[in-house]
């Protein structure tokens, strides 16, 4: 099976556990015209969104702009066709390097599924070479 692996910027704001905050981000992203490639919620250390944007810049702007604080960290985004066991050579990889996935997400829709796996930052360069990925990626 062939898979699309990239390593990717995301971003993490830490926002208030609150009725329509979600609501309030999607609407703010889209009327600046910012396409989300995943979009997710964490409670860990607190309330936060991580989000996958196609322009990491015009959200670092975006944010500037209206005073929200961001972090950013590397992750790994996989798409492929979708089919029985589609990630069990990927993990398998993870495992073989001897590497822990901190957090992991996916969906599969249309026959199609994209997953998003995160490491501890010291993890990063050992991750991209157990999936496959060379330093011109």
């Known amino acids: 099976m062939s898979h699309s692996i990239r390593q990717v910027t995301a971003v993490v704001m830490q926002v ?7 609501h309030h981000v ?5 009327d600046a015209g910012v ?11 607190g309330t936060a969104l991580m989000a996958i944007p196609e322009d990491v810049q015009a959200v670092r702007e975006l ?5 929200v604080a961001l ?6 985004l996989i798409e492929s066709d979708d089919e029985v066991a589609a990630l069990c050579d990927i993990t398998g990889a993870i495992v073989n390097a001897g590497l822990s996935i901190e957090d992991f997400a996916a969906l599969s829709a249309a026959r199609r599924y994209a997953a998003v796996l995160t490491f ?6 050992a991750a991209a070479i157990a999936l496959g990925l060379d330093e011109e990626d």
């Open 26 to 30: 999607l609407c703010t992203l889209r």
């Open 35 to 45: 396409n989300m490639l995943a979009i997710a919620s964490q409670r860990k250390r």
């Open 71 to 76: 972090q950013t960290r590397q992750v790994f």
């Open 16 to 22: 208030r556990d609150e009725v329509g905050v979600l």
């Open 63 to 67: 944010a500037a702009q209206r005073g």
């Open 120 to 125: 501890a930052d010291a993890d990063l360069e």
